[in-house]
């Protein structure tokens, strides 16, 4: 994935989206990985009968070592 691609995924969520780094239960060496981008958004609904949308941008690497069956 390019800058340009993970800046065009990105651009639909707000600014203060948090981005984080999944890591499954693999082991990864010292390298270079591609990673998948993840958007999970939900409604908080607060005290006082309020909501608020939240966004959690998630990246995840592919691991190129694992073998598919």
Do not use: C, G
């Amino acid at each position: 994935m390019t800058k340009a691609e993970l800046i065009d995924a990105m651009a639909e969520y707000p600014d203060d989206a948090l981005v984080v780094i999944e890591v499954h239960d693999t082991m990864l060496a010292e390298d270079l990985y591609d990673f998948t981008l993840d958007a999970i958004s939900w409604t908080q609904f607060n005290t006082l009968h309020t909501s608020e949308e939240m966004h959690e941008l998630r990246l995840t690497a592919i691991n190129h070592h694992e073998t598919i069956n």
